[in-house]
């Protein structure tokens, strides 16, 4: 790997012999600078472009500025001078050197020519007066929110006359304000003999119910109404899955549409508690009304089950409207209500107390403020501002309704099962005797009428005709099916929770 390198004697003596030799040679004479070498010398050392922020007026300063006005200078005299070529027009082509530039210039239009978009003028050239319209116009309009059929054509453009008469045509079949908001129509405009008159309309297409689809067209005699009738599935859409972190965000992910997610929790609210008895681990369960059309629309209704399952507990509500067949039952009562799989329903009151305010007098003995001796107080005081609204604890019916004694403007509900409440010194009443009220309705404001010494709601509750403390008191009401209504209601949860998954 290593060579081995042994200078001898004669090797070091051989080597060291012409080093030597040069070493002692005497140095060449110097040269004398030339006058150009020395010119170079002296420039070399003069600064030709010094800081002209500095020294300003010293020898180097002008220097620099005779440096800077020559460059200038120079560049001034160097600069091009930029003037018109001169050249000769040529002649305007004429004869048979016109015709063969012209057809020279047809050139196909995937280069770019204009070929066939414009003529030049010639004699078999002849102008038009004026533009021809379109044989057919083919438009939409949009129904919009309390809109009438005929003003949404005649906005699009269709005369009077032909806007009524399709409106009346619709109107045979469907009525036009039941007809959605927002619902397309397709029209077709034909030609018209001029311009000072509205084109006519030849075909009219409109979605006017999720089974019904109606196409207008003009014959000889007029505009035709043509209904389509189509086919439409009604099978439920039945959704499941885990509660996870939120309840709300787990079935809108799940595909469950925000309103009847509103629905189900305020459903499951009645009995669970969201935030204290249902967990991650928990499931739901939520059938929502579905129809679909043989077109391939879907439309998601409202919501039928909700349910909540927990291992060891399941809460299944169904809504069920027991009185739907009652014409003379309110619109409420008509939509159902809430139904567990034992055919019960639960009806919460109003938390808290009819008006937002703070108690001023409770219930028990006390000194009257205006008579001065000591009484009995059968209710509660709560003080709020003049003309606050006073809800209903829970539904019932209105006894009495106007000014009685000291109690001022009074209203009087009966709730069923011996209970009652009474609202007193009421600035306006706004329920009257007799009428039916729902737990959270408005009825009556805040006022202090009668014996009062200002705005408050003198509450009083009953049982079975004898005046208790409203505190001590549950609104809560629980109804139970029975007979034909707990048969039709088992058979409606029987057919529920037959249905798939998903299906």
Known sequence: MYLRNDQGFELAGGTASPAFGRALSPPAAARAPSPVDVLRDHAARIDWVPDLGHRIGSLDWWRGLATCTALCAATWALAPNFRPLVGAVPSPLAGAEWEETRAQGIAPLAQGATTGRRMAANDLVAPLADAPERPTLELSATLGQGDAFDRALMRAGVGRSDAEAAAALVAQSVDPKAIPAGTRIALTLGRRPDRTVARPLEQLDVRARFDLALSLTRGAGGLTVNRRPIAVDSTPLRIQGLVGSSLYRSTRAAGVPAKAVESFIKAISTRLSLGRDVTAADSFDVIVERERA????????????????????????????????????????????????????????????????????????????????????????????????????????????????????????????????????????????????????????????????GPHLHWEVWKNGAAINPRSVSFASVAALSGEKLRAFKAKVAQLLAVRVGG
């Open 294 to 453: 043989a077109t391939g629309e879907t439309r998601i209704g409202d919501l039928l089950f909700a349910g909540i399952d927990q291992g060891r507990r399941k809460v299944q509500l169904v809504r069920f409207a027991p009185d739907a067949a009652n014409v003379d039952a309110d619109e409420e009562s008509n939509r159902g209500g809430w139904f567990d799989a034992n055919g019960q329903t639960e009806r919460r009151a109003v938390s808290g107390m009819p008006v937002v305010g703070r108690i001023t007098s409770s219930f028990g003995l006390r000194v009257h403020p205006l008579l001065g001796f000591t009484r009995m107080h059968k209710g509660l005081d709560i003080g709020a501002p003049y003309g606050s609204p006073i809800h209903a604890m829970t539904d019932g019916v209105v006894a009495f309704a106007g000014r009685t004694g000291g109690y001022g403007n009074f209203v009087k509900l009966v709730h069923g099962g011996g209970m009652a409440s009474g609202y007193g010194h009421m600035s306006r009443i706004a329920v009257g005797s007799g009428t039916r009220v729902r737990a959270g309705q408005v009825i009556g404001y805040v006022g202090s009428t009668g014996m009062s010494t």
